[in-house]
């Protein structure tokens, strides 16, 4: 097994969403080319999670009638490569996952290589207005996405803002989606405390209904400090 940077498989153990560029170059395919194919059928993807010794794995699978690639993500988060292959007869040799016990759960559709594509729209949005120490709501947010991925929803949007900050809760950062708000209140957006227990289940850091406007407003506060740019102009040397 070889194991897999942290930025191809994110949102475990909830919203597992995978690179598709990184799936797509390892099954000899361009990016556009992997979602067009798993649109018309022609590739499949498979998420399984683990049973009695395997619980609290996941595996993630990709075939079409070509290649087949496939990896585990541990309890911990680590990802790690079981499978990349291509069709019998080519000569290439299949490594096999050594990991029994796991049972097909769901299909994978498109969907979940559009959420990758939306963390990273997501993250690039609020990064701008953290560095102008501003927020948004979720209606802006979904302006600001719709003219790259049309077909995006609210609930699309808030599974996005769920596994960003997924992201951030790995690499020890603020909530960065706490900078989004609920529309015309002063509060954050649906969902951001139930995506805050998820990520720190039981934690000091994640109040109870009752203080989760608290908790809201100073992760919104550690984000704008965390991601402050200073714009000021550089001096002039001679």
Known sequence: MRELPSSVIFGY????????????QRMGLAEEELHRAMRQGRVAGTLERGEAEDAGRVRITFRSSDWLWSAVVEPDGRGFELEHASAPGTGRQVRRSPRPGLRREQTLSEEALTLNRLRLLVRSVLLERAADKQGLSES?????IRPVVAAVDRN?????????MHEDERAGRPFLPALVTADNEDAPWPGFMQAARRCRPGGS?????????????????R??????????????QA
Not at 140 to 144: D, F, Q, S
Not at 156 to 164: D, E, G, M, P, Q
Not at 205 to 221: I, L, N, S, Y
């Open 13 to 24: 153990p909830e919203d597992v969403t995978v690179d598709a560029a990184f799936v797509a």
């Open 223 to 236: 984000a704008r400090e965390f991601y402050l740019v200073d714009r000021s102009p550089m001096p002039f």
């Open 140 to 144: 802006r947010l979904l302006e600001c």
């Open 205 to 221: 850091r994640c109040p109870v209904d009752e203080d989760g406007g608290k908790f809201w407003r100073q992760e919104a506060t």
């Open 156 to 164: 699309l949007i808030r599974r996005a803002l769920a596994v960003v």
